[in-house]
């Protein structure tokens, strides 16, 4: 059986998903604001909380050139790479405090490192599992950095081709020994648009690449997110804010408190309703027996009267004979006078 281990959950084929709430940028720069976002998602029903591990040095160059130019219509057009992951990084002297912060919440905190350094940084906070973000699938250093930790991982696949992708889950498995990996269908755009998910892709990754499969979700609201549960996503990873109004890079696509805990609270539910293949009563329909239909006496029947499709009909309730029997008492005699209402017995039928 596919899983990967975190702490003490297990998560994988048979198990509740584990829902992750991205803190990502949406710290606006404030510890205060980013513990308590931690506890937010905590309350609202989250497994563990995630950050990310980078600076805007780490990422990219304080370049002004055209390649390093935010354009086009993204939420961030104008910007210069370095401008944008200064202002989103989150500062690594929080990083213990988070994780405290979490721990105490009753969840886990892990984070995405983004190059070495990051990786050996999250080493010394005993990190239970690592992220590699989408962008970072194809850099085959810092996969086999990761995987060198021997720790279970969790990879986006946003924007990767299937050779890509392959050529990921070969090389992290190489390094780690064939440890555990999860792969999270993921489509990079912010926001994402549903039409675009193609969330039919998770159960085919998990058997492609013989994973943990699940969602990394860009879209807006929880449709998408608990539509992935009953297509096998054992993980949900959604951004999370205190309020969208609040501003940050981040938060015009993240969720609030209250809709991330109406989305835990719809996964549950279905994952609740999925079960398994059953075809045995339940206790509540062993009750309702009663209410199905059978063979009544619909008007008073005198002994030696026929039964006819006026006297005798399939109604509710079903103390009567069975409704297969309706041909059978069809065009036969009345034994004795019947009252109107009352359920048909083989004893009302003469013999022929």
Request: charged share 20%; hydrophobic share 40%.
């Amino acid at each position: 059986m596919r899983s990967v281990t975190v702490g003490s959950r297990t998560i994988g084929d048979g198990q509740p998903s584990w829902i992750v709430a991205e803190l990502s940028a949406n710290h606006n720069q404030s510890l205060d604001r980013a513990i308590e976002i931690v506890r937010a998602a905590a309350r609202a029903g989250a497994d563990a909380v995630k950050l990310q591990t980078y600076t805007a040095d780490t990422l990219t160059l304080d370049c002004d050139r055209a390649c390093f130019r935010i354009g086009g219509d993204s939420l961030w057009a104008g910007k210069t790479l370095h401008q944008l992951y200064s202002e989103a990084y989150t500062p690594w002297e929080w990083h213990g405090r988070l994780q405290q912060a979490a721990h105490d919440a009753g969840i886990e905190c892990f984070s995405t490192p983004f190059d070495a350094t990051a990786v050996d940084f999250l080493e010394s906070l005993n990190m239970p599992v690592y992220k590699v973000a989408s962008f970072e699938l194809v850099d085959i250093p810092l996969l086999q950095r990761i995987a060198a930790t021997g720790r279970p991982i969790i990879a986006s696949t946003g924007m990767a081709t299937m050779a890509e992708i392959e050529e990921a889950v070969r090389t992290l498995r190489s390094g780690a020994g064939g440890r555990e990996i999860a792969l999270l269908k993921c489509t990079s755009a912010y926001p994402a648009n549903p039409t675009d998910m193609n969330l039919q892709t998770i159960g085919h990754m998990a058997d492609t690449f013989d994973v943990v499969a699940g969602l990394s979700d860009h879209t807006m609201g929880s449709a998408v997110a608990v539509a992935a549960v009953t297509l096998g996503a054992r993980i949900v990873e959604k951004h999370f804010t205190l309020r969208r109004s609040d501003g940050g890079p981040d938060s015009t696509f993240s969720m609030e408190p209250e809709e991330f805990a109406g989305m835990v609270r719809d996964i549950r539910a279905v994952e609740a309703a999925l079960g398994a293949v059953n075809y045995t009563r339940t206790a509540d329909e062993a009750k309702n027996l009663q209410f199905r239909r059978s063979l009544f006496v619909v008007e008073d029947v005198a002994a030696g009267e026929l039964f006819t499709p006026r006297n005798v009909r399939s109604i509710r309730p079903s103390h009567g004979l069975h409704t297969r029997h309706l041909n059978e008492v069809l065009g036969r005699r009345a034994a004795s006078h019947i009252e109107r209402g009352t359920p048909l017995s083989w004893n009302h039928v003469a013999p022929d």
